[in-house]
């Protein structure tokens, strides 16, 4: 049986323990606290002097295009801090939304915006360019208010996987357990280094998940009442309400089922083109990806808003860097063979694309290669390789 002294002791470390634990996850902002405005802007991002990143709604100023207004919301920041577009129809008094934002909360913004521009307009028509996190999380605010959702097919797919992985309660386990670990004394006990270890890496991914409100986007049970996607494109070009053309991309790029939106001299692209950020692939090949820089570089004179970072025009040449970066990522691979990647293979890159926002990205674009090379028909687990991907990054 303890004794009356061990079990006080017993107590007051349990006791100090619960308040250290208290204080790790009070001192700091729970999830959801990120802020467009609070984002820097990267420095290798290639702004347009008229068209800086706003943290909101910018008009575009297109070749003359009758009966239509186009505007980008543009973000500072990396990871999550996505674009969206809004083409308004003056005659039907109609807006057609390309992509909604992260979470709840920044779409809120989002649409606030929209209301002060266009007051009194009618949210007619949603176009998804894909079905990652970052370009629906905020779906559930217009999901009952559009008429029709657009997108490439197997963007449904990915959506509802999206809202049956209850990822807000993982955000917060999470958020929790690396505020917990994230410490000079935890750090010296994992070793110390500049890097997590493998083992932690995936809690290491919350401050990547924390500025976004994750917390706040709807159930599973609650968002399959409603509408998904009510039109899917496959290989095809189609307008719709008169003037917006929405492309569909043939073969993988930044997923398996990206899409375009044309509308009078400006381009909605989505993650095929990244500003200033290193780019990724989630499906198919650096060879796939090579081939839809290449496509979409050629024959267009006009705006093109990219997935992530400031607006850019056609003079600028941005899918011809991003096909610069592709050829010499392949020429990496090729050169190295399958082997076990590391941060070295930055160095085998030119300047230009080692400087670029997030270069360890570039890892995950080599693995997702390998994978796909070996097994074409494989399905890539993303949480897992932006884990292993946090193994590489410096803390």
Not at 25 to 39: A, D, H, M, S
Not at 321 to 347: C, I, M, P
Request: net charge neutral.
């Amino acid at each position: 049986m303890a004794s009356p002294v061990s079990s006080r002791r017993v107590a007051t470390l349990v006791s100090a323990l619960v308040g250290v634990l208290s204080f790790v996850v009070l001192r700091t902002p729970g999830i959801g606290y990120g802020e467009c405005e609070n984002q820097p802007v990267p420095g290798t991002m290639e702004i347009l002097t008229d068209y800086p990143p706003t943290c909101g709604l910018t008009e575009l100023k297109p070749k003359e295009v009758d009966d239509v207004r186009v505007f980008a919301y543009n973000q500072k920041g990396g990871w999550c801090w996505s674009n969206s577009g809004v083409v308004y129809s003056v005659k039907r008094n109609e807006v057609t939304l390309i992509d909604v934002l992260t979470d709840p909360k920044q779409t809120e913004k989002l649409l606030q915006q929209v209301d002060k521009a266009l007051p009194g307009a009618k949210l007619k028509t949603l176009v998804l360019t894909h079905c990652d996190v970052d370009h629906i999380g905020g779906f559930q605010l217009v999901q009952n208010m559009v008429e029709e959702v657009y997108a490439a097919k197997g963007c449904e797919d990915a959506m509802k996987a999206f809202y049956q992985s209850r990822m807000g309660v993982k955000v917060k386990l999470l958020h929790h357990a690396w505020r917990i670990l994230d410490n000079p004394l935890t750090r010296r006990a994992f070793g110390g280094g500049d890097t997590v270890p493998r083992w932690l890496a995936k809690i290491a991914m919350a401050p990547l998940f924390d500025p976004f409100a994750w917390d706040k986007v709807s159930s599973w049970r609650e968002i399959s009442q409603g509408k998904f996607v009510t039109s899917e494109l496959q290989g095809q070009r189609l307008t719709i309400n008169e003037h917006v053309t929405l492309i569909t991309v043939n073969v993988s790029s930044h997923s398996d089922h990206d899409l375009v939106a044309e509308v009078g001299g400006v381009r909605f692209v989505g993650d095929i083109l990244f500003n200033g950020i290193t780019p990724l692939i989630w499906s198919g090949t650096i060879h796939d990806a090579l081939r839809v820089a290449d496509d979409f570089g050629k024959n267009w004179d006009g705006f093109i808003v990219p997935g992530h970072g400031a607006i850019q025009h056609s003079f600028q040449k941005p899918f011809e860097t991003s096909a610069g970066y592709w050829r010499n990522l392949l020429k990496v691979y090729e050169d190295k063979g399958q082997s076990e990647f590391t941060v070295s293979v930055l160095q085998l890159l030119p300047s230009v694309y080692r400087k670029w926002e997030d270069p360890e990205r570039t890892l995950i674009n080599l693995w997702v290669h390998e994978l796909y090379e070996n097994n074409p028909g494989a399905k890539v687990n993303k949480l897992g390789l932006i884990a292993k991907y946090m193994s590489h990054r410096p803390l």
